[in-house]
C-alpha cells in the first residue's frame, strides 16, 4: 500500500475496507490519495528526484485504477 511506497513522511495512512464500501467513500479516498502524490505538492514539499519519479508513477496508476472503477459502472 501507499504508506510502503511513500514512506511515512507522506502521511498517508492505510485505510481498512469497511471505510471504501461506497463509490462516495472510494472517491474521498481517491482523491485523498492523490493529493499524497500530485505533482505540485511534492514541488511545494521539496520532493528529490527519486520520490517525484515514484510519485508521478503512482499518480497514473492511481488515475488509471480511478477510470477502470468509474467506467465499471461503481
Known amino acids: 500500500t501507499l504508506q510502503y511506497i511513500l514512506g ?3 502521511g498517508w495512512q492505510p ?3 469497511t471505510e471504501v464500501i461506497t463509490s462516495a ?3 474521498r479516498a481517491y482523491r485523498k490519495a492523490t493529493l499524497c502524490v500530485h505533482p505540485d505538492k511534492l514541488q511545494q514539499r ?18 488509471e485504477a480511478w477510470n477502470r472503477f ?5
Open 8 to 10: 511515512p513522511e507522506s
Open 15 to 17: 485505510l481498512p475496507l
Open 46 to 63: 521539496g520532493a528529490n528526484i527519486h520520490q517525484k519519479y515514484i510519485c508521478e508513477k503512482v499518480f497514473d496508476l492511481l488515475k
Open 25 to 27: 467513500a472510494v472517491k
Open 70 to 74: 468509474n467506467s465499471e459502472g461503481r
